[in-house]
């Protein structure tokens, strides 16, 4: 039987859980399984469930519903297209927000979108995957402030 400690320290953050068609809950845990925060996002809903109280802080609050928020974003309307060696890319612009998604040429996957907002890059989304449903891990590394967040896919295995 594994150790309890172990088998818990291994189910890392975030839990994310499609609950309709526009809205997913995000639960963030501790590596020991507390919970940091638990909120429910949609393109222009945000409902705070729970948050620790050392996190209970605004610019904390805004950037991960930022930073989810533009995850979670389901449509991309495309306004232009090119070509590197590797990747396809796509220019869609939303406002004043622009984002370009590259997509691997080999296999088709999305392996990055770079999320601009009045000509200046903010954050980065990089992806790594082998299917087209899920990605095994997701990185979110912002260009304004020293954040990187790093977020793993949780299978029943581990």
């Given at each position: 039987?594994?150790?309890?400690?172990?088998?818990?320290?291994?189910?890392?953050?975030?839990?994310?859980?499609?609950?309709?068609e526009?809205?997913?809950?995000?639960?963030?845990?501790?590596?020991?399984?507390?919970?940091?925060?638990?909120?429910?996002?949609s393109?222009?809903?945000?409902?705070?469930?729970?948050?620790?109280?050392?996190?209970?802080?605004?610019?904390?609050?805004?950037?991960?519903?930022n930073?989810?928020?533009?995850?979670?974003?389901?449509?991309?309307?495309?306004?232009?297209?090119?070509?590197?060696?590797?990747?396809?890319?796509?220019?869609?612009?939303?406002?004043?927000?622009?984002?370009?998604?590259?997509?691997?040429?080999?296999?088709?996957?999305?392996?990055?979108?770079?999320?601009?907002?009045?000509?200046?890059?903010?954050?980065?989304?990089?992806?790594?995957?082998?299917?087209?449903i899920?990605?095994?891990?997701?990185?979110?590394?912002?260009?304004?402030?020293?954040?990187?967040?790093?977020?793993?896919?949780?299978?029943?295995?581990?």
């Amino acid at each position: 039987m594994p150790d309890r400690h172990l088998q818990k320290s291994r189910q890392r953050n975030p839990d994310i859980k499609k609950i309709n068609e526009t809205t997913h809950r995000v639960v963030l845990t501790s590596d020991f399984g507390n919970k940091l925060i638990d909120f429910e996002i949609s393109g222009d809903d945000f409902k705070l469930n729970y948050v620790l109280p050392d996190l209970d802080r605004k610019i904390v609050i805004n950037f991960l519903k930022n930073d989810f928020q533009q995850l979670l974003r389901q449509k991309y309307p495309v306004t232009e297209s090119f070509e590197n060696e590797t990747s396809r890319i796509y220019l869609s612009k939303i406002d004043a927000k622009t984002y370009y998604l590259f997509f691997n040429k080999q296999n088709g996957l999305l392996k990055k979108i770079i999320y601009t907002k009045n000509n200046k890059e903010k954050i980065d989304f990089t992806f790594e995957a082998k299917k087209h449903i899920f990605a095994d891990s997701i990185n979110l590394q912002h260009k304004d402030f020293k954040i990187n967040i790093k977020l793993f896919q949780i299978t029943e295995n581990e």
